[in-house]
């Protein structure tokens, strides 16, 4: 099975601390990476995850609130600094656009590569981006300034050839690819072996959906239903619903409701508020609506 899992390089929220960064995360789909926001450290945390500079190609910015996005400009000067020649692309709300060229303007002039800017709209439900691996959708949230989360779909890979049979009938390997996508085989005598006699299928496509800051919303349930691992913002306690709603923002208990409601396979819970030292109080309330719920931490990986 191909690679689809998930690196968090920061799960802290706005205020700073001593025990995490700031948002963000790589998805890795195919040995593509894709970075989800890109808080301050991102670089660091790249370095200490082993990832690849060269293999990031897609930045996606869930809202422009500093600790989502004040790691980019570094990210990017970085790779100026290291010789990168292929287009980074950055998908994010279009206010930001002007603030980046501004920004790439002042830091980054000379540079070896095009930064294109791809405006996303954060308030409908929408295909923004897709290759051979994936298919990328915005998710709309409600935070204190437009912002919205990402669905990652993988798409579809090819059966699997049975290699038993393909030398049972002594077929030649410039055919194995036509067989792959769908071909029936007929012999030198004329007779037609089936194509799901010569091959086992593809395993299932994986999903992973991705929700920022944002207050509870049970409609989410529409767009990230049976995914296989949800990340949610869990800012706050239940206890602390009076903040979490003045501020916008979920409870571990909210998105452990929400990943119950959707049928997914698994939750990540992560953007810790500041206050709390000890957080596996967070994973504790979420875990009393939905048992299969982790912490996310600074560089953890998750195996999709």
Known sequence: MEKFELTILGCGSALPTTRHFATSQVLNIREKLYMIDCGEGCQLQLRRAKLKFSRLNHVFISHLHGDHCFGLIGLISTFGLLGRTSTLFVHAPA?????????????????DFRVEFRPVDTTRHALIYEDRSVSVYTLPLRHRIECCGFLFKEKATLPHIRRDMI??????????????NGKDWVTEEGITVANHRLTTPPEPQRSFAYCSDTCYLPELSNY???????FHEATFLHEDLKRAQETFHTTALQAATLARDSKVKKLCIGHFSARYEDESL?????????????LAHENLTIKI
């Open 95 to 111: 206010a930001f656009e002007p603030v980046l060229q501004s920004q790439l303007d002042f830091f980054c002039k000379g540079l």
């Open 224 to 230: 990230v239903n049976e995914v296989d691992l949800l």
């Open 282 to 294: 967070l994973l504790k309330e979420a875990k009393s609506i939905f048992k299969q719920t982790i």
């Open 167 to 180: 030398d049972f009938y002594r077929i030649p390997v410039c055919e194995i690819n036509n067989i792959k």
